[in-house]
């Protein structure tokens, strides 16, 4: 029997909804989650809680809570790369950073011609190594997430680190406030959200698609707009095996499929800005909510790089 954590829309839904299934609250506490990855490898879970300056684990082998970094220059979005380490988006460093293996830091990414970042927000790795991630103005806008400062660029993109080389390219320069980011499955299209409504009352609550070009290296054209918000605004999202999108909303979590129609929903009793396959079938979503991580399984997988 279906429950009520989940909310058909299209009847295509239902074939990821499992019976008996229930949203879990795993932890409380929090000002403002954001930025869940999954570490296959300790079976663990980090998250960002930004105004308290910390990374939070949850342990999936006994469902602990602690913390795993305090403080943790007001970081937002997580990834990891092919290699295991951990990539982070740091709001009060204004930097996309990554733990090495030994527990060390390295600055990937920290100006863009000369200029500071604004403070980067959500990031992406691909399959060729290369790190992809947004940088809107949210943690220099004022001091509750990063530290409040005028932007040095002047403008808010979406960019590219080459992961041979580590230079820095802008790839998307039409947003207002690019946000959270994901890959297709075959990686043809990089799906991002503008989340510009936030600081214009017309402003943009969309999700956009663009198509990679020959080399893979950056986008063609402006992009197509996929979908917009229809409760609160999108946030961070995250993309299945068969290329539905997963997006944190105003009311919980959207799932659009790939043409952007909008096919079910997570009920979840918080806003929720971004979400992460896990488990150690990856059929298991993670979902940040304002002050909370909550889990629900679903009858599919999160989409992972392409085999050569």
Not at 267 to 276: I, L, Q, S, T, Y
């Amino acid at each position: 029997m279906l429950t009520e954590s989940f909310e058909i829309i299209d009847p295509r839904f239902a074939r990821y909804a499992p019976g008996n299934v229930h949203l879990e609250r795993l932890a409380s506490g929090c000002r403002w989650s954001e930025g869940p990855v999954y570490l296959p490898a300790g079976r663990y879970l980090l998250w960002s809680d930004i105004p308290n300056n910390r990374v939070m684990r949850w342990d999936e082998t006994d469902g602990s809570v602690s913390v795993f970094q305090s403080p943790s220059a007001n970081a937002n979005g997580h990834t990891l790369d092919r290699q295991g380490r951990v990539i982070s988006c740091e709001h009060l460093g204004r930097c996309v950073s990554r733990i090495e293996h030994d527990g060390s830091r390295t600055v990937l990414a920290s100006h863009f011609k000369g200029q500071r970042l604004n403070s980067p927000n959500d990031v992406v790795v691909k399959s060729d190594d290369s790190i992809w991630f947004t940088d809107p103005t949210y943690g220099i806008d004022s001091d509750y997430e990063g530290e409040a400062a005028p932007s040095q660029i002047g403008a808010s993109h979406v960019y590219r680190i080459d992961g041979r080389t580590g230079q820095i390219q802008a790839v998307v320069e039409n947003m207002e406030k690019p946000n959270g980011l994901a890959f297709s499955p075959d990686e043809k299209y990089l799906y991002v959200v503008d989340t510009g409504v936030s600081h214009r009352a017309d402003g943009p609550r969309d999700v956009r698609r663009y198509a990679l070009s020959g080399d893979a290296r950056s986008v063609q054209g402006p992009g197509h707009l996929l979908a917009s918000a229809t409760v609160g605004l999108f946030d961070g999202l995250r993309v299945d095996v068969d290329g539905n999108l997963w997006l944190g909303a105003g009311d919980g979590v959207h799932c659009l499929d790939p043409q952007g129609d909008l096919i079910g929903k997570i009920r979840v009793p918080e806003v929720v800005a971004n979400v992460c396959f896990g488990g150690p079938k990856r059929n298991r979503l993670f979902i940040c909510g304002t002050q909370s991580l909550y889990s629900i399984y679903v009858r599919t997988c999160g989409a992972t790089w392409p085999t050569a």
